[in-house]
T-cell receptor
């Protein structure tokens, strides 16, 4: 019954590899997000999609590519992983773009460790 | 651009102590303000919110009042419990579509019995 679910929860990989993190929400929300949380707990928005359309794309390297096959899914693919990509990545969703009051529902996070 | 500043942690308290976590913001216009909480090993969840000046958000004994004159949204609780140990994030959202929630750097609270 998890509202926002992410997989995998933990991911350990070598520099240079390509990896993906998947996110699904069953809340019927139109808007989904990816946030990155660094080792000091700082949270920064990376991307946001509304009805499969990219609406927010912060200054993120091109190695990061989000994909939204439908409004319930937002996946994150990372190419050529670097040490600095090690972080916890959170997926979130919210109700509607125009009605977005800032109440986000977060997944449990995916901890990525790049060796 | 818009930003949120919260007090540095960690904050360490004994059970039943009074809690204040300071939060100030910089924004154009009139944003909505939020406190989110992250328990160990979990994602963030909304704790309380206020959408206009002088509004007070409250939940689970926590309170915060939107103060436009001081651009602040300090979080308070009269008597903390061990179960309140978590990371607390102040956040703002501009009142326009297509903008993301902006978070402060988080304050870790540790409550001991």
């Amino acid at each position: 019954d998890t509202a926002v679910s992410q997989t995998p929860k933990y991911l350990v990989t070598q520099m240079g590899n390509d990896k993906s993190i998947k996110c699904e929400q069953n809340l019927g929300h139109d808007t989904m997000y990816w946030y990155k949380q660094d080792s000091k707990k700082f949270l920064k928005i990376m991307f946001s999609y509304n009805n499969k359309e990219l609406i927010i794309n912060e200054t993120v390297p091109n190695r990061f590519s989000p994909k939204s096959p439908d409004k319930a899914h937002l996946n994150l693919h990372i190419n050529s992983l670097e040490l600095g990509d090690s972080a916890v990545y959170f997926c979130a969703s919210s109700q509607g773009l125009a009605l977005n009051t800032g109440e986000l529902f977060f997944g449990e996070g995916s901890r990525l460790t790049v060796l | 651009g818009d930003s949120v500043t919260q007090m540095e942690g960690p904050v360490t308290l004994s059970e039943e102590a009074f809690l204040t976590i300071n939060c100030t913001y910089t924004a154009t216009g009139y944003p909505s303000l939020f406190w989110y909480v992250q328990y160990p090993g979990e994602g963030l969840q909304l704790l309380l919110k206020a959408t206009k000046a002088d509004d007070k958000g409250s939940n689970k004994g926590f309170e915060a009042t939107y103060r436009k004159e001081t651009t602040s949204f300090h979080l308070e609780k009269g008597s903390v419990q061990v179960s309140d140990s978590a990371v607390y994030f102040c956040a703002l959202k501009a009142n326009q579509a297509g903008t993301a929630l902006i978070f402060g750097k988080g304050t870790t609270l540790s409550v001991s019995s």
